[in-house]
């Protein structure tokens, strides 16, 4: 064989095996990025339904907080109304006539025990006079007496003996009423 034959063997043999691990290396090569594809489209995949479930959760939280947010202004909006129901049923006291609200005002007296003294605030004054703390007196046979000085208050009265003051101010009234009344309103109003 000659030189040239020889060199043309070693060559066509070198191309023969540069082909062999070129085409080895091309199938790895494809291996590689077939595997590295599905990994990428499993990847994709679970970061899709990850997002999603981010998105629903947070829709449901935002859900949740808007239905919170909405049942506070609600209550608030019926606390307020039954504020004005009791602030209104306050003031219809405090606006009564005179010869009314010396009824109650006496009504209210009927509290009062022996050696009490009556306070009444400066909107009573011209309504409730000593001479009717008197009369009344005299007619329950029990011995009462009408302060000098006025009480701090706005409506109704106060009896003060034995070291027990007795509050039947208007202000006292309403709220023992709420008190009282505030749920059966409430589940009428907002039935």
Request: aromatic fraction near 6%; charge should be negative; glycine fraction near 6%.
């Amino acid at each position: 064989m000659s030189k040239e034959a020889i060199i043309e063997k070693i060559v066509s043999d070198g191309r023969k095996k540069a082909d062999a691990i070129l085409g080895e290396a091309r199938e790895k090569a494809d291996e590689i990025l077939a595997e590295t594809a599905s990994e990428c489209k499993a990847y994709y995949d679970q970061s899709v339904y990850d997002t999603g479930k981010l998105v629903d959760d947070i829709l449901s939280r935002g859900k949740t907080v808007a239905e919170l947010d909405a049942k506070k202004l609600q209550l608030g909006a019926r606390a307020k109304i039954l504020d004005e129901v009791y602030s209104n049923a306050l003031e219809k006291l405090r606006a009564l006539d005179k010869k009314k609200y010396k009824n109650l005002l006496l009504k209210m007296l009927d509290n009062a025990e022996d050696g009490d003294v009556v306070i009444i605030s400066e909107r009573e004054k011209s309504i409730l006079t000593a001479s009717d703390v008197k009369e009344f007196s005299e007619k329950k046979k029990i011995k009462l007496s009408l302060a000098k000085e006025f009480g701090d208050f706005d409506g109704g009265l106060m009896l003060r003996g034995n070291g027990i003051d007795k509050n039947f101010t208007f202000d006292v009234e309403i709220a023992m009423l709420r008190e009282e009344t505030e749920m059966n309103i409430a589940k009428e109003l907002f039935a």
